[in-house]
């Protein structure tokens, strides 16, 4: 039997009877809320729980991406971020002087069938996702309630939640000893940065070698006015500064922070107006709805799995803020989870295949953490002569490399037969504009894409696949989808009949092309699990069911031996 360690006398309480829930999950922002948000568009079962009251309301992540917003979008929750978003057009870099160093693109279309890149206000992003959660008849949202307790046992996580309550004078809830106990199948943490949760399961991160203040400024428009540059880095040695927009109705300026300067006195008012200054931006212009000094740092959790308990988000890795794939990376962490709880829970996958994702995971954001890193390098040089050395650089031509985005290397993915990855393996799959029944529009908007995805551009797959493949991929929630040209060889627009998919732009033509496949099986997180020409589909979908599937649960639940957290009563 598990051993309970507590921080309160048992009898005081109050059980959430004797339901163990699908799914706890451990914070309300962007990361929660979009695991909330596709647990319930799985209809699945959980509790999300944020110890405060209500969103906290202010832009506080600024970038998203294309795979983002197909994220949004499939959740029905992308309208408001679009409404608002800012289409990145392009990123420069000047000096102190102010000459441009470096102008750069910054806005392509994206694989995903949206913009490349966006700048928004996270208070509507998360907003809209919180939205589709309380639509939900699946999953209960529990503001003003935190995690103080955890213990696992062989089949259930049970967790103990404490009630909070703001008090005047302090910036954070405050507990108030009114505690509730909840049990679930699984928990994850995504309870940010200084994680309560990875402090109790004593989860230490790797350090890599980032630690800076930064002053951030955002702000409200109350007029038009005009910048140097839309979005950007002031390369200036003596104060490194960051201009974003935030939407279409906010400002973001950030200030970098030198070691020998006191945090405290930048976060006057007047402190703010004085470095706002040079821009030529003025109480008329703008009204600050935020101003505060933050620690940019790079840190990863050793283990982003302990027993039954997953850490997401801020909770498992930190990033410097340079490329803007914080929240994305953490958004992409609870869809990465979703679909293999998903599968776990539906008795259609072992339990082994959790292990797959700090696997996948990890590697993905240590290389967005390290794209990060060497981004800011250039930009926020604060040694005087080597800024001098850099500027003289550009102005001979140097331009910087332009790294490769990174993609999935390890876990779930097709192999050729010495372990290399076969393209587009790993890769994000395609969204392109298609036409059924007389519709036009995404893929997804017109077809089922919440599990995994067999798409053909030749014949339907279920035809090379036979009947007993086909079954098995379906009882792993596949659909099976061929999409045809609008027009081409013997075939034209009055062949189209309503059940067709139809390639109207030419985009899935041109994809599986440049591939050099004719069939692709992608996630449900939107990646390529393999692609193939149909006579090789087969052997693709055996390796796919072997990798997801063949390890059936067994019945009776392995044994483990119950882990219980160290109980603990604050943030680190």
């Known amino acids: 039997m598990p051993t309970y360690l507590r921080s309160q006398d048992d009898d005081s309480v109050k059980a959430d009877g004797d339901k163990i829930h699908d799914l706890l999950i451990i914070g309300g922002g962007s990361v929660g809320l979009t695991l909330g948000a596709t647990w319930a568009m799985l209809g699945r079962d959980a509790v999300v729980f944020d110890r405060q009251p209500e969103l906290y309301g202010l832009p506080r992540v600024g970038h998203i991406d294309h795979e ?15 409404e608002d978003a800012y289409a990145t057009k392009s990123y420069t870099w000047i000096n102190a002087e102010g000459e441009t160093l470096l102008e750069f693109p910054w806005g392509e279309d994206g694989i995903s069938g949206w913009h490349s890149d966006y700048m928004q206000n996270s208070a509507i992003l998360e907003r809209s996702l919180l939205d589709r959660l309380l639509e939900s008849e699946t999953v209960e949202h529990m503001p003003s309630w935190e995690v103080v307790d955890l213990v696992q046992h062989d089949d259930h996580v049970e967790l103990t939640a404490e009630r909070t309550r703001m008090v005047p004078g302090e910036p954070r809830p405050v507990l108030t000893g009114e505690h509730r106990r909840f049990r679930g199948r699984y928990v994850v943490a995504c309870d940010g940065a200084n994680s309560r949760t990875r402090h109790m399961l004593g989860v230490d991160r790797d350090d890599l070698g980032f630690n800076e203040k930064w002053l951030v400024i955002d702000a409200r428009i109350k007029r038009p006015f005009s910048l140097a540059f839309d979005s950007g880095q002031v390369c200036d040695p003596r104060r490194p500064t960051t201009v974003l927009p935030l939407g279409k109705d906010h400002r973001r300026w950030e200030w970098h922070l030198r070691p020998d300067e006191n945090p405290e006195d930048f976060l006057q008012p007047d402190k703010g107006w004085e470095l706002l200054a040079p821009f030529d931006v003025t109480e008329d212009d703008v009204e600050p709805v935020r101003q505060l000094v933050y620690t940019f740092e790079a840190r990863i959790a050793r283990r982003w799995r302990s027993g039954r308990v997953f850490l997401a988000g801020d909770a498992a890795h930190t990033m410097p803020p340079f490329m803007g794939q914080g929240m994305c990376s953490g958004m992409r962490d609870a869809r990465n989870l979703a679909w ?58 140097f331009r910087p490399p332009m790294p490769d985005f990174p993609q999935l290397i390890h876990g779930i993915l097709h192999r050729a037969a010495d372990g290399s990855l076969v393209a587009p393996a790993g ?36 035809t ?33 009949v309503d059940t067709d ?8 033509a041109d994809y599986f092309r440049t591939r050099g496949v004719e069939v692709v099986i992608n996630r449900p997180d ?23 599937a063949a390890a059936q649960p067994s019945g009776a639940s392995r044994h483990r031996e119950p882990v219980t957290a160290t109980p603990s009563r604050g943030h680190a």
């Not at 197909?70 to 929750?77: C, E, F, K, N, T």
């Not at 017109?446 to 014949?459: E, K, M, R």
């Not at 998919?501 to 899935?508: E, F, K, L």
């Not at 939107?526 to 997801?548: E, I």
């Open 526 to 548: 939107f990646y390529v699990f393999g692609g193939s020409d149909m006579s090789g589909l087969t052997a693709l979908a055996d390796d796919f069911l072997d990798q997801t």
């Open 464 to 496: 090379a696949l036979g009947p007993q493949r086909t079954a098995a991929l379906e009882r792993l929630g596949c659909h099976f989808y061929t999409v045809r040209p609008s027009a081409s060889g013997t075939s034209s627009p009055t062949d189209i």
């Open 340 to 397: 293999k709880l998903d599968l776990v829970l539906s008795g259609a996958a072992d339990e082994t295949l959790l292990d797959t994702y700090q696997a996948e995971r990890d590697p993905h954001v240590r290389d967005w953490t390290v794209i990060s890193l060497e981004s800011g390098k250039i930009p926020c040089i604060i040694d005087r002569e080597e800024a001098r050395k850099r500027d003289e650089m550009f102005r001979a031509g």
């Open 501 to 508: 998919i139809v390639d109207v732009d030419g985009t899935y």
């Open 427 to 462: 890769e994000l799959g395609l969204q392109g504009r298609v036409q059924v029944a007389g519709r036009t529009d995404l893929f997804d908007r017109l077809l089922p894409t919440t599990g995994f995805t067999v798409v053909s551009i030749t014949d339907d797959p279920r």
């Open 68 to 82: 983002i917003m197909r994220m949004l979008q499939q959740l029905g929750a992308e309208g408001p971020t679009v």
